[in-house]
């Protein structure tokens, strides 16, 4: 078993990454909008079956060709779930996506579902079958170990989460400029804290963009300085006080604290 893992990976990273076929629109718009289709092609909505329906719960980003990175908070061992990739809009049937069942989740063992602020928010998905990456389906690129990016550095959240706090979420993928709070901005007494754990990534803040219920899982894209995309969070929690609330930025499971993790669990699966 191990060869072939070791096998898919590397096909996966041979494949490129962060590189979407379709561009997306990254002007410094301030609310959410609707992202130009399929530009963020490793974005996946996952489902879990309720009452004979497939209802969406969190985000997640394909990082190979068989792989999902999402948040541990959105796994329940109670419920099935699969992975639908080159998804755009929800309620449509769209040419290119698929939904694939899972075969393994693997959930961080040092995730606590009481203690969120413990860190640790992160699952990987193993899916079912391989994906074939095309214009509407990437991988996603996982930024280098311990890749800390400065303040006010722009990225975007992207997500079908809802589109205001008690909202419906949405049917199309949204997008929105966030761009990043350092650790030391951070961790103010009034934002969030000196107990922010350094394992975490803070974007927003303003009090008029954040991730909200739905965007969990989901990816903060920030392009590098060659031009492509990594994912450098995991929508993690946003503040009990609403979704967009000033100085209570959402919170990211900084990605480039977990690569060893990441590795380990896509080589042992």
């Known amino acids: 078993m191990l060869p072939f893992v ?14 979407p076929p379709i561009e997306p629109i990254t002007t410094r718009v301030v609310n959410g909008v609707d992202a130009r289709p399929h530009s963020w092609p490793w974005q996946i909505s996952l489902q ?9 719960t969190c985000g997640g980003s394909l990082i190979a060709t068989n792989w ?8 329940n061992t109670q419920n099935t779930y699969r992975v639908y990739v080159g998804k755009y809009n929800l309620v449509e049937e769209e040419a290119g996506s698929k939904a694939i069942s899972t075969e393994t989740i693997v959930v961080h063992e040092k995730w606590n579902p009481i203690f969120v602020a413990f860190g640790n928010d992160i699952a990987l998905i193993k899916l079912s079958e391989h994906v074939t990456p095309s214009e ?9 170990a311990g890749s800390i990016l400065p303040n006010d550095y722009p990225c975007y959240i992207t997500g079908w989460g809802r589109i205001f706090t008690g909202g419906p979420i949405a049917d199309k993928l949204q997008q929105a400029l ?3 709070v350092d650790h030391a901005t951070c961790t103010k007494f009034d934002w969030w804290g000196p107990a922010l754990r350094d394992t975490m990534v803070c974007a927003g803040g303003d009090g008029i963009v954040g991730g909200c219920n739905g965007d969990s899982g989901g990816p903060l894209n920030c392009k590098n300085s060659e031009g492509v995309w990594e994912v450098h969070g995991i929508a993690s929690f946003v503040s009990g ?11 990211f499971t900084r990605v480039s604290a977990f690569n060893d993790w990441i590795d380990q669990v896509m080589l042992k699966n």
């Not at 070791?6 to 962060?18: E, F």
């Not at 879990?48 to 969406?56: F, N, V």
């Not at 509407?136 to 930024?143: D, G, H």
């Open 241 to 251: 006080l609403g979704c967009n609330y000033e100085k209570k930025p959402t919170v």
């Open 136 to 144: 509407t389906v990437q991988l996603a690129c996982i930024p280098a």
């Open 178 to 180: 966030m761009p990043v």
């Open 68 to 75: 999902v990175m999402t948040a541990a908070h959105c796994i």
């Open 6 to 19: 070791l096998a898919s990976v590397l096909i996966a990273s041979a494949l490129g990454c962060g590189v």
């Open 48 to 56: 879990y079956l309720r009452d004979g329906e497939w209802r969406h």
